[in-house]
């Protein structure tokens, strides 16, 4: 198969169908990878030496309106960005990856539920007014599959999304009908 240069949507899902290491876009690894090397190595180490393992799932927020209203090159910048912010605030140890179009999973060894929302709560204020992210977390425990650790950051993601949504709808609100 042949990647014609500069054609990101064939160069992705080259990466993705073929198990490539690294997502060509965001330079981070590929939920391929991910779910092939590091999450193995991982849940061993955690066992092994029975030490805490959380993970993040990040989604951004209206990306799709940013690619209708600014073009996807705008919305590949964004992509960009919130990959080189996060890696700003992760330890060498973490690992973020690339889990497909607007999402992205951090892997956080020895890291508990209540330092891993201490990362996000990071990751938010240095997002700022830039970017606009959801997260959801969760903490492994011992005989947890990924799919159940999945399962519990991908739930507290779309709480998050809600809480979001149902603040937008009451700004709204209250600037359409002020309060006298």
Same mark, same amino acid.
């Given at each position: 198969?042949?990647? %014609?240069?500069?054609?990101?949507?064939?160069?992705? +899902?080259?990466? +993705?169908?073929?198990?490539?290491?690294?997502?060509?876009? $965001?330079?981070? *690894?590929?939920? @391929?990878?991910?779910?092939?090397? &590091?999450?193995?190595?991982?849940?061993?180490? =955690?066992?092994?030496?029975?030490?805490?393992?959380? &993970? &993040?799932?990040? #989604?951004?927020?209206?990306?799709?309106?940013?690619?209708?209203?600014?073009? *996807?090159?705008?919305?590949?910048?964004?992509?960009?960005?919130?990959?080189?912010?996060?890696?700003?605030?992760?330890?060498?140890?973490? $690992?973020?990856?690339? +889990?497909?179009?607007?999402? !992205?999973?951090?892997?956080?060894?020895? $890291?508990?539920?209540?330092?891993?929302?201490?990362?996000? #709560?990071?990751?938010?204020? =240095?997002?700022?007014?830039?970017?606009? @992210?959801? !997260?959801?977390? @969760?903490? +492994? *425990?011992?005989?947890?599959?990924?799919? @159940?650790?999945?399962?519990?950051?991908?739930?507290?993601?779309?709480?998050?999304?809600? %809480?979001? *949504?149902?603040?937008?709808?009451? %700004?709204?609100?209250?600037?359409?009908?002020?309060?006298?």
């Amino acid at each position: 198969m042949k990647i %014609r240069i500069g054609d990101r949507f064939q160069g992705m +899902w080259y990466g +993705w169908k073929h198990g490539l290491p690294v997502d060509g876009l $965001t330079s981070l *690894h590929t939920r @391929a990878y991910f779910m092939k090397e &590091v999450w193995p190595k991982e849940l061993s180490r =955690a066992e092994r030496y029975e030490y805490p393992l959380s &993970v &993040v799932e990040i #989604d951004l927020d209206n990306l799709t309106d940013i690619n209708n209203t600014n073009g *996807h090159l705008e919305g590949d910048k964004v992509l960009r960005l919130l990959s080189e912010i996060a890696k700003e605030i992760i330890r060498p140890a973490d $690992t973020l990856v690339r +889990w497909g179009g607007d999402e !992205f999973l951090l892997i956080l060894p020895e $890291t508990d539920i209540v330092q891993v929302r201490m990362v996000v #709560d990071r990751m938010r204020e =240095a997002f700022g007014e830039m970017l606009s @992210a959801s !997260f959801g977390v @969760a903490e +492994w *425990h011992k005989g947890m599959s990924f799919r @159940a650790l999945f399962s519990r950051a991908d739930d507290e993601l779309y709480e998050d999304k809600k %809480r979001k *949504h149902k603040e937008e709808s009451l %700004r709204l609100l209250n600037k359409t009908f002020p309060k006298q």
